[in-house]
């Protein structure tokens, strides 16, 4: 009986991982900062492929970014002038943006205690969950879903781009959050998602014509190099 139940619970586990894995459609991030700066990105996904461009005041030097979430490749596309693309590997350029503090303030993690309550509500279609935090540096009112679009496996990365707050940490898909600092001038910053299920036609590949700089490869051979941080800030600019 026990090994029954362990078994129903793995093909649970690995639909569940399935269903999130087949997302086929678009979402838009629209992210409020301190300043009162509005950064948009319109995300299009299709299973493991994902391809992000911000479409208001966003990263100029790139024209869109993508990732693949099962290889952990993530290629900067640079606007078509430049014809060049950098492949990193996900995980690792992010680390490294978090442990060397290129970017001020950054983490990949800042789970800030968000805990779902019992307030729901319905929005185009769909049930969502309300979560707050409350703690000695901010308070946060977020809003979940249990959309299969990859929102929360994107938002540290959403984060380095400038296009995300400190919401994160819960287990449906954040699709809405106010976040409110307690320190300085309490500022507050919003971020809303929209989502869309749709056949993508967008192509998940990087253009004809680009050179390809493999940075995961440089970052794992120089790293020693006192420069590295350097180099690697230069040419990714987030």
Known sequence: MKKLTISIFALVLTLSMFAQSSFEG????????????????????????????????????YDYFLV???????????????????????????????SNKLKPGYVRNSNIGLKA???????????????TADNAKLSATAWTSETSAPINELIPLLRVLGNWNEAQGTTQNIVGADVT?????????????SVKKETITASFEVPKGYAVKDFAALMDDQKANKDINTIIQSFAQF
């Open 26 to 61: 678009s979402f838009t991030v629209s992210f409020k900062n301190e300043k009162g700066e509005t950064v948009t990105a319109e995300i299009k996904a299709k299973g493991d492929n994902i391809r992000i461009k911000q479409t208001e005041n966003g990263n100029k030097k």
């Open 68 to 98: 693949n979430l099962k290889t952990r490749d993530f290629y900067t596309i640079a606007a078509s002038e430049n014809k060049i693309a950098i492949k990193y590997n996900l995980d690792k350029i992010l680390e490294f943006y978090e």
């Open 117 to 131: 309550t019992d307030k729901t509500k319905e929005e185009g279609g769909a049930k969502l969950t309300q979560a």
């Open 181 to 193: 600092s307690k320190e300085g001038d309490k500022k507050t910053t919003t971020v809303k998602v």
